[in-house]
């Protein structure tokens, strides 16, 4: 199986700062790498896949970039609705797999 | 754009199966695989599987297999995940998610199952 390793596990920010979180995967996966938004209680939230393609209705200050094993999420100017966990996930190969999640808090 | 709506929180004992049901509604049910994901309490997301919701074909984690079993009914744009003799570490939401054309874009609200005796 592919491990997904993100970092860091945790991070605290204002309103209004850029933040980044990284992923890395055990081996290559070639963009098939999605971006989900969890909030306590809920379902996950598809952000981006294809390591760089937003979803339908998701705000633009999120964005993906990344190749081969390694990834990165960047939200700009953080809301206050943006503090939630997120996780990325690999879907190149099956099982798909997540990465164990980064807490993003508010600082 | 679709909506899935899964049966409510279940409690079993160690040893026990649940079964647990996800209700597609908003489009093609036959269009689109649906896959199940787990979550511990605290913890990270787990793929546990898949149905082919067209011939019903499915795939298993390799550490479930043997425990788990997806099945659908179409007639009822329904998914059914069943997990036997459960255990304490089974404790956990259960999630449907449907499988767009990359990756999951579409969740159920998830439920809860706990093991304890």
């Known amino acids: 199986d592919i491990q997904m390793t993100q970092s860091p596990s945790s991070l605290s920010a204002f309103v209004g700062d850029r933040v980044t979180i990284s992923c890395r995967a055990s081996?290559?996966?070639?963009?098939?790498l999605a971006w989900f938004q969890q909030k306590p209680g809920k379902a996950p939230r598809l952000l981006l896949f294809?390591?760089?393609r937003l979803e339908s209705g998701v705000p633009s200050r999120f964005s993906g970039s990344g190749s081969g094993t390694d990834y990165t999420l960047t939200i700009t100017s953080l809301q206050p609705e943006d503090f939630a966990t997120y996780y990325c996930q690999q879907y190149s190969e099956t099982p798909p797999t997540f990465g164990q999640g980064t807490k993003l808090e508010i600082k | 754009q679709g909506q899935l709506v899964q049966s409510g929180a279940e409690v079993r004992k160690p040893g026990a199966s649940v079964k647990v049901s996800c209700k597609a509604s908003?489009?093609?049910?036959?269009?689109?695989?649906m896959h199940w994901v787990r979550q511990a309490p605290g913890q990270g997301l787990e793929w546990m599987g898949w149905i082919n919701a067209v011939n019903g074909n499915t795939g298993y984690s390799q550490k479930l297999q043997g425990r788990v079993s997806i099945t659908r009914d179409t007639s009822a744009s329904t998914v059914y995940m069943e997990l036997n003799s459960l255990r304490p570490e089974d404790t956990a939401v259960y999630f449907c998610?449907?499988?767009?054309?990359?990756?999951?874009?579409?969740w159920g609200q998830g439920t809860l199952v706990t093991v304890s005796s």
């Open positions: 294809a390591a760089s």
């Open positions: 081996q290559g996966v070639r963009n098939a």
């Open positions: 998610a449907r499988k767009g054309l990359t990756t999951y874009d579409t």
């Open positions: 908003g489009y093609m049910f036959t269009a689109y695989a």
